[in-house]
Structures are given as C-alpha cells and as structure tokens.
C-alpha cells in the first residue's frame, strides 16, 4: 500500500485519504481520470496522458486548470515519497461537492486525487507473456473518448474474463471489435495491422498512439478500421496495448488458439520496439 496521497491540495497519509460523501464522483461518476506509468523512475508517455486530461476535462466541461510541470512536480514528490520505482500514478479529477443534484453549479472546486502504486510489467524478455482473453457484449455509452470513471460496463465484462481465467475481455459491439475493458486491441493478417479507428467508440489510448509513431518506421500496413469477431479470431496475430499492459500478445481468444497459442513474431517486433522507446525516453 502507498504511503501517501495527494488529496486537493496536501500530502496525506493513504489511510486517512478520504472523499466527500456528495462528492459527483462518488454519486454520478462526474469525473476523468488517468493512469500513467512509472518505468525505472521515468514517465512513459506523460505528454499524452496530459493531453488527453484535457481533453476529458473539456468535454465534460469539469473547470479544472493545471499546469504540467507543477502537476509532474507533484508526480515526483508523490515517487519519492512511496518509493515507486515501477507502478502507476492514478489521477482523478471529479467535478466536486454538490447537494445531490444532476444538474451541477458552474463554480464548483473540482477535487484531485493523485496516488502512485508499484506494479510490475509484462515486458519483452525472458518472462515476457502471451495472454487469454474472452469476448463480450459492449454495454457501454456512446462517448467512450472521454476517459470517464464510469466504468461499470467495464468492470462487468472484466469479472466475466476473471470467472473464465482470462486477462482481459474484448469489446463486441453489432459483430464488430471496439476495445478490451482497458485496452485498445490489434490484430494481424499477413502484412496488415488493424486497430479501431480513434473516434467515440474507443478511448485513443495512449500507448496506442505511441505505436503508431513506432508503426512508421515498420514496413507494416496500418489500417484503422474496426474489423468482425470472425477477422479477429481468424488474425496471425494478436495483441492488446495500455499503459498497465504496454504491448501484450494475445494468444487466446474465447476457445480459439491465436498463432497457435504463441506469441507472434511480428507482436514481439512491435513489443521490443515500444519498451526499447519507453527505456530509451
Ligand atoms: C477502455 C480503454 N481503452 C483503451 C485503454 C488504453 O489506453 P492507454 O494506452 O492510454 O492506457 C484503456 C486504458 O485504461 C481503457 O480503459
């Protein structure tokens, strides 16, 4: 367990961090968040992940302004402070504390939340992992761009992939792949690679734009275009990204073996690429 989080404005022990009862995130799910991680005490990707907080925050119209470096000072503090080495940094920003009302005053303080926690990473090397998967229904609302902490059609299908063993669940929405529960799915076929086009339907991840910078300097064909369940069980390859996951074969989908239950070469081409830039800043 952390030792400290950023609560608002102060350093406060994690046990005794603590949120209002009528605080939008706890009753409406009003609030934007992300996870950002720490690799060998670096920031992978941060650039982005401020981007798209702002991006969140805008959309929802949640009045929180900040500036990068003294929130990355506050990252700092927060590492140094518990030790974080290899984890996540967890941020949430939530609308603020309202009487129970949907509809919200305009000149609420928002409230932040910021934590780090270790977590080890499936990465390129000896121990490097394909994983199972399932699929499952998209239940989930019509503005998945904002990366909102309604997350309950999420942590249904996720529990589904738990019951089954299974890392992740992959999205279907009308016979198409949209994502996994939190992650952003590729698959392979022959010298294509395919992902879902960033619009409303996904979250842009962060990790996935990363690989696309990485893509062009490969001599593969990238296609962004949402492909069927039948593309995705029939694929070379495939592979799920996020920033807890960075690049992770999938090497099962459902009761389908994907490249014959191993890890593909081109998927781990891609891997070792992002993890080299990752390393590398
Ligand atoms: C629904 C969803 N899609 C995709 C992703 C991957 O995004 P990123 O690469 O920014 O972590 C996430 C990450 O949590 C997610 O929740």
Known sequence: MPRFAFINKKYIDF?????????RGLQFAD???????????????LKFHLQR????????DIKFKFNDNLLKKIFINLINKNKTTNGIIYLQVT?????????????LSPTLIIYTRNKKFNLP???????NTITYEDLRWKRRDIKT??????????????KMKAYEAILIQNGKVTEGTSSNI??????????HPANTDILKGVTRTSLLNIIKKTSLNLIEKSFTHKQLLN??????????SFITPIIKIDNKKINNGKIGNITLKLAEMYSKSCING
């Open 15 to 23: 046990k005794q961090a603590k949120i209002h009862v009528e605080d």
């Open 31 to 45: 609030s934007v968040y992300e996870v950002i991680v720490i690799l060998n005490n670096n920031f992978i990707d």
């Open 53 to 60: 907080l702002r991006y969140s925050l805008n959309q929802l």
């Open 95 to 107: 609308r603020g504390i309202q009487y129970r009302e949907h509809k919200y005053n305009k000149n």
């Open 125 to 131: 090397g000896k121990n490097f992992a394909g994983v």
């Open 149 to 162: 902490v309604n997350l309950l059609p999420n942590v249904i299908a996720a529990n589904k992939a738990k």
């Open 186 to 195: 590729w698959i392979i076929k022959k010298n294509n690679l395919m992902t």
């Open 235 to 244: 694929a070379d390859e495939v592979f799920l990204t996020s920033s807890g």
